[in-house]
C-alpha cells in the first residue's frame, strides 16, 4: 500500500521529534523516518540544559520562546523526562565579568525574563561547593533542565498517538515529493524536512552545517552537592572562538544527583572518540570553579557533535534549493532548548500561521545573503 | 606489634590494626549491607579488588568510596547503608 503524507520528516532527534508532535497537532499527516533509535543523535550526547540566551537578538527570542513553551508543558511531561526548575547562575570570577552580570540582568529584565544579580556572599549560599572568591553572578530562575533522550522518545510518541506514522530506515535522498530510503521503498510526501542534525548536509548537499564536537563526563550520585545549572561567565569568550578549541566550566544537577560535566567546543574533530587532553582540560576547569568535584568518582564520558550554522542560529523554512524540501536543522548547542520553538516556526510556515516571534532570522534563504562567520 | 587506630561507622568508634581497609573495619562491625542499590537494594563487596564497585560507602561525607581500596586513617568517619 502506497501513503502519501503531507509531511516526512527525516531525522528523529529531539528537533525532528517535536515538529512532528507539532504537524500531528495541527492535523497535518506526518512520517517521521529514522535511521537509528529515536533521540540517538547529538539528542542523546547533550546536557538537557533548557535556557534563554542573549548572544543574539534573534537568538534570544527563539530560546526565550522555547524556554517558555517548556515550562508550560512540564506538567504534562512524564517523569523520566526529568524536567527541574533548577535555573540557570552564569558566574563571574571578575569585575570584568561581573559587569558582564549587570549587563545580561538589564538585558533579561528589560525583556521580561527574571533575573537576579547576586553577590559574593549571595552566591555562596546558592551554591556552597563553588570556590571562594568569585565575584558575583546573575541568577536566571526560569531556566530548567531536562533529559533529551526521553523527551524526544516522548514527543515522538505522543506525535504517533496523534496520528504520525514512524518509518525505521535511513534516507538515501531527499526529493520534492518523495523520500528515498536505503532498502529501495519511498516515502510520497508533499514536503519533506530535513532534520538530522549534523548529517544533514549528507541529504542536503551545500548546506552551510560544520560539526562542532563537544565532550561531557558524568558522575556517581552526590546528592544535593548542586544545585542550580551554572555556566562561567568566560563561557561567552570561548563558546564564541571559531578559531580555537575550548573548554568552559558547565555543571548540570541531574534528577539523580549525579552532576553532569561540561563542555567543551572543537571545529573539525569529526570522530566521536573521547580526546583525554580535551576532558582533562575540562575537569581542570571544572575544579577551578568547584575544586571538591575533583575527588569526586566519574562514571561515564561521551561526545556528540553539534550542528554549527555560520551565523549561529538554526535554519527553519523552505530550503534555498527546492521549495518542497525545508530544513529544521543547525540548532549547535541550543537544539534541545529551541526543539519546541523551531517545532513552531515551522509547522506555522506550513500551514500559515501568524508566529509568535519574527520567523525571518532563521530562514535558510538568509545565508545567501550572509557568509559571514560571527 | 601493629598500631591500634580508632574510627567510627555509623558514629561508633571501631578499633582497628593500622593497615585495615575500610571494608574490613565495616565487617567487623557485622555490617553487611555497605551501600544501597538504585532500586534500594542490599549491596556488599564482592570482587575486593577494586573492580565490582559494590564495596562503596561514605568515607569523611564523601559519597562513593571503594572501601576494599581504602585504607582506614585516624579519626576516619565512615557511614554505610545509603
Ligand atoms: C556535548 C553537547 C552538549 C549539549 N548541551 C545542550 C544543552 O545543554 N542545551 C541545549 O539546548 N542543547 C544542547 N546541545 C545541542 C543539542 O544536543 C542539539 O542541538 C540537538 O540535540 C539537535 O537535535 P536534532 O534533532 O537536530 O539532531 P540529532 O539529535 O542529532 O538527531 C538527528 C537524527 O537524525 C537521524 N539521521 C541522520 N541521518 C539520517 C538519515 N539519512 N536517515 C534517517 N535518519 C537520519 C539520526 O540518527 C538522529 O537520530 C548539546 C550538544 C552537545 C554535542
Ligand atoms: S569489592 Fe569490588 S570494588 Fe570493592
Known amino acids: 500500500m502506497r501513503q502519501t503524507f503531507d509531511v516526512a520528516i527525516v531525522g528523529a532527534g529531539i528537533v525532528g521529534a517535536a515538529c512532528a508532535l507539532e504537524c500531528a497537532q495541527a492535523e497535518l499527516k506526518v512520517a517521521i523516518i529514522e535511521s537509528s533509535i529515536v533521540g540517538g543523535g547529538a539528542t542523546a550526547a547533550a546536557m538537557g540544559h533548557i535556557v534563554a540566551m542573549d548572544d543574539s537578538e534573534a537568538q534570544f527570542s527563539l530560546t526565550r520562546f522555547s524556554q517558555q513553551l517548556w515550562n508550560t508543558l512540564r506538567t504534562e511531561l512524564p517523569r523520566e523526562v526529568e524536567f527541574e526548575l533548577t535555573g540557570t547562575i552564569w558566574v563571574a570570577a571578575d569585575e570584568d565579568e561581573m559587569s558582564a552580570v549587570r549587563n545580561k540582568n538589564r538585558y533579561f529584565t528589560s525583556r521580561g525574563v527574571p533575573a537576579e544579580v547576586l553577590d559574593a556572599a549571595a552566591l555562596k549560599q546558592a551554591e556552597p561547593n563553588l570556590r571562594p572568591g568569585l565575584v558575583g553572578a546573575l541568577l536566571v530562575p526560569e531556566d530548567s533542565v531536562i533529559y533529551p533522550p526521553t523527551a524526544a522518545r516522548w514527543l515522538a510518541e505522543r506525535a504517533q498517538q496523534c496520528g504520525a506514522s514512524l518509518v525505521r530506515g535511513k534516507a538515501i535522498r531527499l526529493r520534492g515529493g518523495s523520500v528515498e530510503i536505503a532498502d529501495g521503498t519511498a516515502i510520497s510526501s508533499s514536503l519533506v524536512v530535513n532534520a538530522t542534525g549534523a548529517w544533514a548536509p549528507e541529504l542536503t548537499p551545500g548546506l552551510e552545517i560544520r560539526k562542532r564536537k563537544g565532550h561531557l563526563v558524568i558522575t556517581d550520585r552526590y546528592s544535593g552537592f548542586l544545585r542550580h545549572q551554572l555556566v562561567e561567565l568566560g563561557y561567552l569568550k570561548s563558546a564564541h572562538s571559531v578559531t580555537s578549541d575550548s573548554c568552559a566550566f558547565n555543571v548540570q544537577p541531574r534528577a539523580t544527583g549525579q552532576i553532569l560535566i561540561g563542555s567543551s567546543r572543537q571545529y573539525g574533530a569529526e570522530h566521536s572518540a573521547i580526546d583525554h587532553k580535551i576532558v582533562a582540560g575540562m575537569l581542570a576547569r571544572a575544579c577551578e570553579y568547584m575544586p571538591a568535584l575533583g575527588k569526586m568518582a566519574a562514571v561515564r564520558c561521551w561526545t556528540g557533535f553539534r550542528a554549527a550554522t555560520p551565523d549561529k542560529l538554526p535554519l527553519i523554512g523552505p530550503s534555498v534549493t527546492d521549495q518542497k524540501i525545508w530544513l529544521a536543522t543547525g540548532h549547535e548547542g541550543l537544539g534541545i532548548t529551541t526543539s519546541l520553538g523551531t517545532a513552531k516556526l515551522l509547522v506555522d510556515q506550513i500551514v500559515g500561521r501568524r508566529s509568535a516571534i519574527p520567523i525571518e532570522p532563521y530562514l535558510p534563504a538568509r545565508g545567501s545573503r550572509e557568509h559571514v562567520y560571527a | ?82
Open chain 2, 1 to 82: 606489634m601493629p598500631e591500634i587506630i580508632h574510627v567510627s561507622v555509623n558514629g561508633i568508634a571501631v578499633a582497628v590494626e593500622s593497615g585495615t581497609t575500610v571494608a574490613a573495619a565495616v565487617l567487623q562491625c557485622g555490617i553487611s549491607s555497605f551501600r544501597r542499590s538504585v532500586t534500594g537494594e542490599p549491596r556488599g563487596p564482592l570482587c575486593g579488588m577494586g573492580i565490582c564497585f559494590e564495596c562503596r560507602v561514605t568515607v569523611d561525607r564523601l559519597a562513593h568510596a571503594k572501601s576494599c581500596q581504602t585504607l582506614c586513617t585516624p579519626g576516619m568517619e565512615i557511614t554505610t547503608d545509603e
